[in-house]
């Protein structure tokens, strides 16, 4: 069986590291030539909305699945009516907007931080009161690890970070005073079976995810699964699903869902008995879903424009080197490394050596 | 940096798996076209003695390794004088000759049974009152999963099983009533740090594997490492060494040893902190060896001969399948399953399922 993916980064180099063993072959469409997926499936090398390329794709995929949600709606919907593709283009279309996705949480229960739609500076200020102060301002397509993303903290601030947008649709978002941020992933397959991993508690830092921690038996776990399930069904959703969440108060708000597989479950290749890059092949393939129990106690940690050492990292016992493949570059995600072990003292003083070791080559 | 592999079957397929994290790339060379690891790196494709290729491979290869032992001599002492081989030469040497490799078991006092060379159908007449019945008659170099080896329980057997082997140098070895067949995996690395596994308790049946199971806190385990230490040391050893040893009475007994990663260790994927296929690169790269330590229980399966049903296997919670894009074949391993559990009892009833959906599609 083939599986088509669009886009050869890391994400997609997981998955076909994951698939390998239940025999799948791989065809990566990516206009990058240094792909991280290189080597590891055939690579169709050019632009996501390539006619000619992306009807390759869809004649030799037994299945087309997706590295990241900013795919082009025509681009998705064709490929949906020559292959099977997951998740489905409904769920890509609800993510790649963000007041879309706002609105869907909100429709079906999910809460959210307080929102306004903003096409113009005056919108803006006419918002703000509502909103209230401070706020996030983004656009509403397009942009990850918080990049094109302003903070407002007073009126003084509005003309400037409106005129970084350029003009594009925008949303503004009530700043959330968190308690923590977490994220929950979860599985469906075509039979519609669900499965949920431990939550993952996220640290980020200047936007970008620094440090995932698996959290067995969390307080949280189960308003999070019940968020996720109706996320899911509304969807008719097939493949893995990340939803980011903020914890205020022993009460959980959405941030924002992912369609796909997400850096915060990069734990589970070590930490969970099936990774989230396996069961994301097990549910577009329909296969059963593996078991998402906790292996130990586990966290990940990124490393972000610069090379971990690797022989710092293999020094560590029980830490688990990941290199992506990528040249280094300014905020570039260009591996992590995953600590894995029976005890949650262990697990922190590996963690405290890989953020020292990730800290070193910090370019973000 | 890049890996060569001296064959592309599923130990270089699985060795590659667990290479791409690490960083590291892969050029195999290997007769047959439809091998298990294409895909996971670039094939050279024609024979392993074929001196165009072996340049290319020398050439290329930052380090070159094998996954079988029956490397020709002149070919692995070609390559060492062009690129690092590892494990050495004279490891595969010692190997591949079971009359040199038990002299080398006794000369480092690493007990065997009772053996002797035998070169003609006199010599094997002759043996006989000193080895004693029954025992087995084996070509000196050559034949893997029993192959070409004869049982000889009277003198009656012995011209039948002589002319079987059609002139070739032989052993007779003493059969061994044992109580269990167990194997040690060890790994050493350049800079002679050494790593053990747990045991591996191996189940076979017409000479074939069929399950291993990782056994923590053996009380056979002091014993095994400090045969393999032996073997490392006066192998100057580098990479993964898989010995097989017979337990009789309490006692260990030295059967065979593979310089490379082994059937009987592949539930080092899911079962141990890091798999034999990691550290068997993380040696032979020079980086420090990774934590062998059990995790959970785990044991493995092998399918011989019938391709398993991906969803039977996948519809099992904690089992993992590992396909290795093999044409199934009389006699010829096509997959493996782990199992990893928490308990020993759920470990046996996935074990007993798997050895179930393995006998249906067994052809051996």
């Given amino acids: 069986m083939i599986v088509g993916i669009l886009g050869a980064g890391q994400l997609a180099r997981m998955i076909a590291l994951a698939g390998y063993p239940l025999g799948l072959k791989f065809i990566f469409l990516d206009p990058s030539k240094d792909a991280c997926a290189n080597g590891l499936g055939e690579h169709l090398y050019g632009n996501y909305n390539d006619p000619k390329l992306l009807e390759q794709l869809a004649q030799r995929a037994d299945v087309v699945t997706y590295e990241f949600e900013n795919v082009p709606a025509d681009v998705a919907g064709f490929l949906a009516t020559h292959t ?18 706002k609105t869907f949480f909100n429709d079906i229960d999910i809460p959210t931080s307080r929102y306004a739609p903003v096409d113009s500076l005056e919108e803006l200020q006419a918002a703000m009161p509502t909103i209230g102060w401070p706020a996030i301002l983004k656009s509403r397509t397009q942009g990850y690890d918080g990049k094109g993303q302003s903070v407002l903290k007073s009126a003084d601030d509005l003309p400037a970070a409106w005129q970084l947008l350029e003009g594009v649709p925008a949303i503004v978002e009530a700043f959330v005073a968190f308690n923590r941020e977490i994220s ?6 075509i039979a519609g079976d669900v499965v949920f991993y431990p939550l993952s508690e996220n640290l980020h830092q200047g936007g970008i995810l620094r440090v995932a921690t698996c959290c067995e038996h969390d307080p949280m776990q189960q308003q999070a699964e019940s968020y996720a399930t109706r996320l899911l ?35 589970t290749i070590e930490g969970a ?9 097990r549910a577009i393939v329909n296969l059963p879903l593996g078991a998402t129990t906790a292996v130990g106690k586990s966290a990940m940690v990124n490393f972000i424009g610069g090379l971990p050492e690797s ?16 040249t280094p570059r300014k905020g570039r995600k260009v591996a992590h490394a995953t600590a894995r072990t029976k005890s949650s003292e262990h697990l922190a003083e590996i963690v405290k050596q890989l953020v020292v070791l ?3 080559v910090d370019n973000s």
């Fill in 273 to 281: 008995e099936t990774s989230q890059f396996e069961n994301h092949l």
């Fill in 233 to 267: 069904t509304a969807l008719d959703y097939v493949g893995v699903l990340a939803l980011e969440l903020f914890e205020v108060n022993g009460q959980l708000i959405a941030n924002e869902f992912a369609p796909r597989v997400h850096n915060s479950g990069h734990w």
């Fill in 358 to 360: 990730a800290g070193k």
């Fill in 184 to 189: 929950i992933i979860a599985a469906r397959n």
């Fill in 311 to 326: 022989d710092k990292i293999a020094g560590i016992a029980h830490a688990h080197l990941h290199l992506y493949d990528k």
């Fill in 84 to 101: 099977q593709v997951h998740p489905s283009p409904k769920a890509l279309a609800v993510a790649q907007d963000r007041l879309i996705e």
